[in-house]
């Protein structure tokens, strides 16, 4: 089931994205789900399928990635912040900061909670989670260096696209993950390269943090991240989910 987030008729609205058209939801997806009425396709334009109150990322969770840094696989996950003002949908543009001078794509698999999730086991999480989409880890590489921690470089609005939609029902553990620069294949490896799982992850950041309805954690990105300059087309491609497609401008 794909679950969106979309402006109908000059009002924001959840619904479950058929062939045929759009469920449209009579509350929020995170409890039981209610269909109101069922609207085309025309006329709608997708948002981002999440308004989450933080965005924890993991760094490093490729084991493909490590070596093509030739950097030592991490024994324990390496997590960071993106704040919810970086959160942009479908089709919205990448902004390229003045004081940016390389911004770079990373392609990565999304986890979108369902319900308040503290200190949950890992064999416990899949009641946690209502589902997955694609995320672009936008980063300013330059200022990521500059200042040794990351919250700058990974922060600025626009930094954070999510889409285009929430698919509820796959496996997170074997999909084919892919960026585009322009056309141009960039990224492509598996999340069966993970070193570490949806469910170890999800129960390692539930014993830091209270996880809250709609909150984010991304995976990681594979080998192959690079270099976007304004006009671009990006686009992340995750098996099973569909595409996220934006544009970087100034
Ligand atoms: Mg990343």
Redesign the pocket.
């Known amino acids: 089931m794909k679950i969106g987030r979309f402006i109908y008729q000059d009002r924001i609205v959840w619904g479950i994205l058929d062939n045929d058209g759009i469920r449209v939801l009579g509350s929020l997806p995170f409890c039981e789900l209610k269909v109101d009425k069922e609207i085309p396709h025309l006329g709608v334009k997708l948002l981002a399928p999440v308004q989450p109150s933080k965005i924890v990322?993991?760094?490093l969770n490729y084991k493909d990635h490590a070596q093509e840094l030739g950097m030592p696989v991490p024994l324990e996950p390496i997590i960071f912040l993106k704040p919810p003002s970086a959160v942009v949908g479908p089709e919205e543009d990448i902004v390229y900061p003045p004081v940016v001078n390389r911004l770079d794509y990373?392609a990565?698999l999304a986890v979108v909670i369902k319900k308040k999730c503290k200190n949950v086991k890992e064999e416990e999480v899949n009641d946690f989670i209502l589902g997955y989409t694609c995320l672009n880890?936008v980063?300013a590489r330059d200022l990521q260096k500059k200042d040794g921690q990351w919250t700058r470089a990974k922060s600025f609005d626009t930094f954070c696209p999510i889409g285009p939609w929430i698919e509820t029902d796959i496996d997170p553990c074997n999909l084919k993950i892919r960026s585009y620069l322009n056309g141009k294949l960039k990224q492509n490896s598996t999340t069966a390269n993970f070193t570490f799982s949806v469910p170890f992850l999800v129960s390692f950041i539930s014993k830091i943090m209270t996880l809250l309805p709609g909150d984010v954690i991304?995976t990681?990105?594979p080998p192959g991240m690079g270099e976007m300059n304004p006009g671009d087309i990006v686009e992340i491609e995750i098996e099973g989910i569909g595409i996220l497609k934006n544009k970087v401008a100034i």
């Open positions: 990322l993991v760094g990373e990565e880890d980063t991304s990681g990105t």
